[in-house]
């Protein structure tokens, strides 16, 4: 028997079936998700490729295809051509080949080398050298017959000069590079200019006298919301939500707006942003800074005294924020550890927090469900060094602007699907039955599902999740039951049509506080602004309505891939740094299971890594899918999500952002 390696019940069967036969052909859309691994995505579903069957085509392409059926398997695809090229230009990394130039890019995607003629002038021209990373255009595609050839446009800096792990993040997952020059020409040419918006629009009301504050990480840079709160005389309180007035400021199809349509959000990777508006937008002109008059949307909520919404009132305003605090600097103050920067702001403080607790009871009635998440974030020197981890969880400071973000967005998606206005709408489908059906046994292994709760979590219940969430909290087994029934859950996307929203249990619910770095939020605050102002049936309605379904698609497809960017750039950066601990030891969990390893996230950093099956012993393992477990077929032993080890670290994959562990011994 070899070392550690895997066993399962049913072996793979020979070839069966009969000879494969061509089907149809479809046109489609070519994603490929590593080398290697590429499917085509069809009017008629999704088929994955065949082996080589990628040919000449490269991501995002739109190709024709030929479908292959063989009998017990499913229909595969093989490229029979390429209809239109998504990719006209990348980053990669400059050779010198004799006479030729090549660039391998730094996508591995994309999956060609590309050669610069002899005859090109473009490498002398700026200055190129050897290992330089360079920003290439396409002028030949690749062919069955003929090499790609492509032309230096721009010269980003030598190897040393860049990160290249990074860039290459950047360039796998699609995301943009600099603003274009008309965009920064628009840009430079807006000014706040509060007062002529408030003497231009008699409906724009005046809070510029209201207290409000801007809550924030301690290294945000742009301030897109502000918060105000008082008890109501009468009993129950007023919060007023003011978020930054993007679409004063850019109207449809300019530079501006048509480059954000392209990138539909900001991208926060772990060393730098990349942003969806330019910074004199970002940063200055719509950023609520303290003592600056802003334009904002603002909505002022009434709530009773247990935290109902009674009345919502929605306004283009004018603000000046008086204060900026960090997060932690409003949990210090709320803990007693600290001073508020007045005794005005402290009672705003205390207020948002009863705030809080209300919403956070009047939400779980009514079945919303709240995940315990951990963000570890790497924290890097002037360098861009790795130099440690930063963990941050849910505190009264970011649920007090999370719950009053929340009320917002809901009341101005009830009132945009009241009158089923053209907006890009939130919407979160209840899980599916087969993905919390694979929930049940590793719930049951680590002790929080009896048979009675099985039903009701079958069923979709939001409030058996929620049990299930309640029973593991503050045990050892919380951040694996989180897991599940989060990876469980569908993705939320945007829709032209209001579904509503299963994990927090509203009714309606759009994105409305957040549009300097989300797209969706411009197309609400659009849509708000013209019922407000009676134009709800208007032509600038009638474009955004025609063009939601597709804008709706992009920004979901895009949002997935600046999440995906920043977690890859993290897991990098925190690889980097687990490199310098080779030989170290850590405590940690065993956080998956696999028919190749265990993984273990650790207690300090919650950073995951792969101790791999030949390390766990010299037997076979059968890995029980259902349990998420592996067990040892000689002695019986289990590894199962919840069991604490010690690990060593042995080797990191910088580039993958991979990190290899060796059992030392449980903890």
Known sequence: MGRGRPHHGNRRRGRSGGPRKQHHTLTGTLVVSRPGAAHVETPEGDFELVRHGQREAMNGDEVEVAIIEQRGRAPRAVVRSV????????????????????????????????????????????????????????????????????????????????????????????????????????????????????????????????????????????????????????????????????????????????????????????DRVIPMLPERLSNDVCSLRPGEDRLTMSVIVRLDARGNVTRARMCPSAICSAARLSYDEVDAFLAGEALPPSEKIGELLRTLDEIRALRERVRAERGAIDFETVEARVTLDDSGRPTGVSVRRRTHATGLIEEAMLVANECVAKRLADVEAPAAYRVHEPPAPDDLKACVQPLRELGLLDGKAVSG????????????????????????????????????????????????????????????????????????????????????????????????????????AADGA???????????????????????????????????????????????????????????????????????????????????????????????FALVDEA
């Open 83 to 270: 209809i239109t090229r998504a990719v006209e230009t990348f980053l990669g990394t400059y050779a010198v080949l004799g006479p030729l130039g090549a660039v391998r890019p730094l996508d591995a995607r994309i999956g060609h080398d590309f050669f610069v003629v002899p005859d090109d002038p473009s490498p002398e021209r700026l200055g190129v050298g050897e290992g330089d990373v360079v920003v290439a255009r396409i002028t030949e595609y690749p062919t069955r017959k003929s090499s790609a050839v492509v032309t230096l446009e721009r010269r980003v800096g030598a190897a040393g000069e860049v990160d290249l792990n990074v860039e290459s993040v950047i360039a796998s997952f699609g995301l943009p590079g600099d603003f274009s020059p008309s965009v920064f020409e628009q840009a430079e040419k807006i000014a706040a200019d509060v007062e002529s918006a408030l003497a231009q629009d008699p409906a724009r009301r005046d809070l510029r006298d209201e207290l409000c504050v801007t809550i924030d990480p301690a290294d945000a840079r742009d301030f897109d919301d502000a918060v105000g709160a008082r008890r109501l005389p009468e009993g129950g309180y007023e919060l007023a939500v003011h978020i930054a007035d993007v679409t004063h400021y850019v109207a449809p199809d300019t530079p501006i707006d048509n480059e954000a349509k392209r990138r539909t959000c900001s991208a926060y990777l772990v």
């Open 457 to 560: 979590l079958l069923a979709g219940s939001p409030f058996a999740i929620r049990d299930v969430l309640d029973a593991a909290r503050d045990t050892p087994a919380a951040p694996m039951a989180n897991a599940l029934l989060l990876r469980a859950q569908r993705r939320a996307v945007y829709l032209p049509a209001n579904e509503g929203h299963y994990a927090l249990g509203a009714p309606a619910y759009c994105h409305f506080t957040s549009p300097i770095r989300r797209y969706p939020d411009v197309l609400v605050h659009r849509a708000l602004k013209a019922l407000l102002a009676g134009r709800i049936e208007g032509r600038e309605m009638r474009a955004q309505a025609t063009a939601l379904p597709q804008l709706c698609r992009t920004c979901s497809e895009r949002e997935r």
């Open 566 to 660: 920043a977690r890859a750039t993290q897991k990098v950066k925190i690889a980097e740094l687990f490199s310098e601990k080779v030989g170290e030891r850590f405590s940690g969990v065993v956080s998956g299971c696999a028919s190749f390893g265990i993984f273990v996230t650790l207690d300090d950093t919650h950073a995951e890594g792969l101790v791999p099956i030949r390390a766990l012993g010299d037997e076979w393992f059968a890995y029980d899918e259902a349990r998420l477990t592996l067990t040892g077929e000689e002695s019986g032993e289990v590894w199962r999500l919840g069991r604490r080890v010690v690990v060593e670290v042995v080797d990191t994959n910088v580039p993958r952002g991979q990190i290899d």
